[in-house]
């Protein structure tokens, strides 16, 4: 993860920690921000990412500001990504339970349960099989996502 963490760290030099102390916390823990520090505070990670403070309000703050900064996001997608790709859409739905989010709506998803749901709209090039843009469309999800 050399290339990502650099990669990272240029787009992101303020926040590029948290954003994989996050990371690590939401796809191995399926962690809420409450309960990162927890978790990082006992995975190596912590060692390796000692500079930071590591607890709500910060982790918080950060993905917040990355997740306003738009535009070094989608820098940081497209950095690996040759020229000539064509591109693979996706739009797939993440459940959520905040009633109060702008973006949360309720919708039958896939299993055609009707529930709160965020819909995320996914572009991949076609060669890398990585993503080089994405949106959160506010809306009910569209049958058959």
């Not at 900064?69 to 990504?81: P, S, T």
């Not at 702008?102 to 009707?114: D, I, R």
């Amino acid at each position: 993860m050399k290339d990502v963490c650099a990669q990272l760290q240029a787009c992101f030099p303020d926040h590029w920690q948290y954003i994989i102390a996050a990371a690590y916390c939401r796809l191995y823990k399926q962690s809420p921000i409450n309960q990162m520090p927890l978790h990082i505070y006992h995975a190596y990670l912590s060692e390796v990412l000692r500079d930071v403070v590591f607890d709500e309000k910060n982790i918080s703050l950060a993905l917040r500001d990355v997740g306003r900064d738009r535009e070094q996001a989608v820098r940081f997608m497209k950095w690996d990504i040759p020229e000539e790709e064509h591109v693979l859409i996706d739009l797939t739905h993440l459940p959520s339970r905040n009633r109060n989010g702008a973006f949360a709506q309720p919708g039958h998803n896939n299993q055609k349960q009707y529930a709160g749901q965020i819909n995320l709209l996914y572009i991949f090039g076609n060669q890398s099989l990585k993503p080089v843009f994405w949106r959160i469309v506010p809306g009910r999800a569209i049958s058959g996502n």
